[in-house]
């Protein structure tokens, strides 16, 4: 067989080439052979199945076979002329042609390669990182928000007035057109007020109440209410407000801090805010690498590190990016899609440079991982699923098996992966920054030292001075 193969670029090959009709009819036996030793049919023991009758019953699945095999060849072949190691080749290589012509079979093979990743340019791509500064007024702000959480309950009393943040304890029947209704009824029911637990309307018209006070409340239940038959009617609420509990005021003092800090039983205030303002660090750090930096990051990796990238890859990703969008398209755009498989196209092709950042991050990244020796293990990723399903009420174990059963884990551990990634070079430049402003305190402090030994030196010289003047 001869083979003609063709570089592209550095991440692509094309290998095109003929298989002549008699060698895949000598694969069509051998598989037929293969396949007789194996299969069971009435009347004959196994491995005894004559090889013209088993031709005939799986003829098409044979053919197909043989045809794979024979492509199979072709492709090793390629990869041998190409100097190309099996590695290498990245997803499956795409038959582009495959014509039945004379006494041969046409074939052309389109290949995808791992891309060659210069990472020379990847420190230069790291936005500079400024943390906001954390005052104390935030710390005091967090401190009060922590004591007043941990704050038992007390009732108010008598003559306070209801208010946002009060815990209400009172009775309740509701009425629509005039007839009480399932579910409509409590008594001693505690609300925090504000909370939005109720239907709108119904927490701002308790404001104000005293306990012992009555009051009827109208309120309308919304349109998607979940109880079909109440959803948009109207209603009458008759309450009785029994009393209102508020949180005691806690004493900010280091006796508060032990109780926070069960670990530190020597722990003071001091100490508890030093912690309040690490973790307030933490948060606006993390907000600031989430919301703004690591996007940096990513725009500045796709807009300043090229390579060549692997096009099956790309195209596999504008699949992906076309079939999740596809839910996002108005009814009439959907139809039109139907109804002309070419505007079906162009809406994919629309979706071609997103890929091709997608595709390119994601190389860049795991080139990153390797070179660093940073991964996600396996298990952090069954974590993560584990607690997010709790969050949102659902099975966890049902989560992984969906994910497990759809193929989405590698998905989702490269995404874990990238993000450990952008942390770790947004840190690096942290780190650096922090050095270099401790290493310019440390020059100020030293500078500020020898003067002040300079200070402290003239007085003793002007003391010895005068002594020798003196004798």
Partial sequence: MEIVTKKINTANAIAS??????DLEEKITKVATRLSKTIKMDGFRKGKVPLSLVRARYADGIKQDAQKE?????LQAALKKLEIEANQVIGDPIITKFEEKGENIDVEIKISLTPEIKLDKVESCIPEVKLPKIDSKQIDER?????KHKAPLISAPKDKKLENGDVAVFDFEGFVDGKAFDGGKAENFELTIGSGQFIAGFEDAMLGMKAAEKKDINVTFPKD?????????EALFKIKLHEIKIKEKVKLDDDLAKKLMPNNDKATLADFKEEIAKQLELEAKTKLYNEELKEKLVENFAKNISFDLPDLIVEQEMDVLFRNALNTF??????????????????????RGDAQKSVKVTFIVDALAKERGIGVHDNEVYQTIYYEAMMMGQNPQDAIEYYK????????KMAMIEDRILTHLLDSKLDKKQDESEKKQTTTDDSKKSEDEKKTSKPATKKTTKTKDDK
């Fill in 143 to 147: 401190l009060e928000e922590i004591a």
């Fill in 70 to 74: 024979a492509v199979q060849d072709m």
């Fill in 17 to 22: 080439g003929a298989i002549a009709l008699k």
């Fill in 330 to 351: 108005e009814e009439t755009e959907l139809k039109a899609m139907r109804e002309d498989a070419s505007k079906a196209k162009e809406k994919r092709e629309s979706f």
């Fill in 405 to 412: 059963n759809n193929n989405l884990l590698p998905a989702i």
């Fill in 225 to 233: 209410y979940q109880a079909s038959h109440l959803a948009g009617k």
